[in-house]
């Protein structure tokens, strides 16, 4: 069946990918001594390192799979995904057309052709409104700060200095857990009003408040005191945590005329493009991933604020760039502001400010988690090795 003919079916792509199958993908690992049968206990990390547990029911039956975690966070597997979006490399307009891109990639069926298939973003994305009376809300007390930010690497210092835009959420519709997470709730530009929260809990759990805005709103942390035509840097990192370590490690530097924003795992043009309309005067600062993720984020967000068209096409060495009557390879290991500036200059409104290169992301880099370096063979060595493995091919 030709992609353009294909319709996605939500039902469908459920009865081919199970949560194991995407669990493992992001790097889950069976947990044996809790058992193998109904349930099975999937882990990432492990020791102190250990990030999160989920534990997946009907692991032979796909389509019937659901998960939960001790703190009563559960779901299918689409809400999994959803958990997790920012972990695959899928670009779409909502976040269900990207939940369903990660999901026709799974069951190996063609992506969803949209600009063909109006009826089907139509139907899949029928919009929550996100409910604020759905969620009990608490401010949160310095005095007493919840043990999550510690083991971020986050000091009560930083936690105090950005508690105005922090709240306690708590999801009355949650009937087997009652506790409080923490929220970082969401505003679009010219609003102080709350349209939705990108969710941290313990046990790795993350998510977002049903209903989120994440098309036009995104947290954003203004310490100039509301002062927004003051406002002289903003910088975007892919969620509230790594921009709150990024603060830390760099707060002697900063001053108050900053905004620290995270887009929640999500990039949406008018995520940004709302930002840059709050702080009209403020330069644009790309602080996302070390990873090939990131650098297309990096790229999106100089094209929005220096107003430059892009086409990004992934290859096997990286990403390859169209912009202006150029084509220009870019490597996701090397700055992708150093690599495009040669290419087409860049103005005044976009600066890069990310990770040191060991490590993933901000947050990592606060708590010393360097990535592990990968040493590949000289080219003789793998050319002597090739031939050999086809030297030595199955002999019948």
Avoid at 52 to 76: C, H, L, P, Y
């Amino acid at each position: 069946m030709a992609p353009a003919d294909y319709k996605v079916k939500f039902k469908e792509l459920k009865s081919r990918v199970g949560i194991d199958d995407v669990a493992y993908s992001l790097g889950y690992r069976l947990d044996r001594k809790a058992g193998v049968g109904r349930y099975i206990e999937l882990v990432l990390g492990e020791g102190r390192d250990k990030r999160d547990t989920i534990i997946v029911s009907n692991r032979r039956d796909k389509a019937s799979q659901t998960f939960f975690r001790r703190d009563g966070s559960k779901g299918d597997v689409v809400s999994f995904i959803r958990e997790n979006l920012s972990s695959f490399n899928v670009i779409g307009l909502t976040e269900w057309q990207k939940i369903a891109k990660v999901m026709a990639q799974f069951a190996n069926m063609p992506e969803p052709d949209y600009d063909r298939d109006r009826d089907y973003v139509r139907s899949a994305s029928a919009p929550q409104v996100f409910d604020p009376s759905r969620y009990r809300v608490k401010e949160l007390d310095a005095a007493n700060i919840p043990r999550l930010f510690a083991q971020r690497g986050l000091s009560a210092d930083t936690v105090k200095a950005l508690a105005p835009f922090i709240s306690l959420v708590s999801d009355r519709r949650n009937e087997n857990f009652n506790g409080y997470n923490i929220g970082f709730p969401y505003t679009e530009a010219g609003s102080d009003k709350t349209v939705g929260y990108e969710i941290r809990g313990m046990s790795g759990y993350k998510s977002k408040a049903a209903g989120t805005n994440s098309s036009t709103a995104a947290w954003v942390a203004d310490l100039s005191h509301g002062n927004n035509g003051l406002v002289r840097h903003a910088f975007f990192c892919e969620s509230a945590f790594d921009a709150m370590a990024f603060f830390q490690l760099n707060r002697p530097r900063l001053g108050e005329d900053i905004a620290l924003v995270s887009l929640g795992g999500t990039f949406s043009d008018r995520q940004v493009l709302g930002v840059m309309e709050r702080f009209p005067n403020a330069r644009a600062y790309d602080c996302f991933d070390n990873d090939l993720a990131g650098r297309i984020n990096g790229l999106r967000l100089m094209a929005l604020v220096e107003e430059i068209p892009l086409k990004i096409t992934k290859t096997p060495e990286g990403l390859m760039v169209e912009a202006k009557g150029k084509s220009f390879p870019v490597s996701p290991d090397r700055s992708a502001y150093t690599q495009f500036e040669p290419h087409i200059s860049v103005r005044y409104r976009m600066g890069q400010w990310q990770p040191p290169k060991d490590f993933k992301d901000w947050n990592d880099c606060l708590l010393g988690k360097r990535t592990s370096i990968k040493i590949f063979p000289p080219k003789h060595d793998r050319d002597d090795n090739l031939a050999e493995q086809r030297a030595s091919g199955l002999k019948i």
